[in-house]
Nanobody, 114 residues
Framework: QVQLVESGGGLVQAGGSLRLSCAAS????????MGWYRQAPGNERELVAHIGSLGSTNYADSVKGRFTISRDNAKNTMYLQMNSLKPEDTAVYYC????????WGQGTQVTVSS
């Protein structure tokens, strides 16, 4: 079964940027539509952006215009470019398929200080 490993998180000041990566152990093209999710303490996990196999994208209103999702099927890697970060973006970020059918990874912590 494909495994997904997230990386790229860290501590950043409000207004800063981070780029997250999601590396798959197998073909991400075959996984179809994929997404980035996040979970803040005390909150449910939420889908913030998703991308189809050929690149069509969709974003949650809370990140629209600030985050950009992309994928490189040849490298089996998906990315999330996060700009103009806000303290409310603080969360653990995970990647998975749109239907969350792959076991969840460890995620990567993003902390935005005010």
């Amino acid at each position: 079964q494909v495994q997904l490993v997230e990386s790229g998180g860290g501590l950043v000041q409000a207004g800063g940027s981070l780029r997250l990566s999601c590396a798959a152990s197998g073909s991400i093209f075959s996984l179809g539509r994929m997404g980035w999710y996040r979970q803040a303490p005390g909150n449910e996990r939420e889908l913030v952006a998703h991308i189809g196999s050929l690149g069509s994208t969709n974003y949650a209103d809370s990140v629209k215009g600030r985050f950009t999702i992309s994928r490189d099927n040849a490298k089996n890697t998906m990315y999330l470019q996060m700009n103009s970060l806000k303290p409310e973006d603080t969360a653990v970020y995970y990647c998975n398929t749109f239907s969350a059918k792959v076991p969840w990874g460890q995620g990567t912590q993003v902390t935005v200080s005010s």
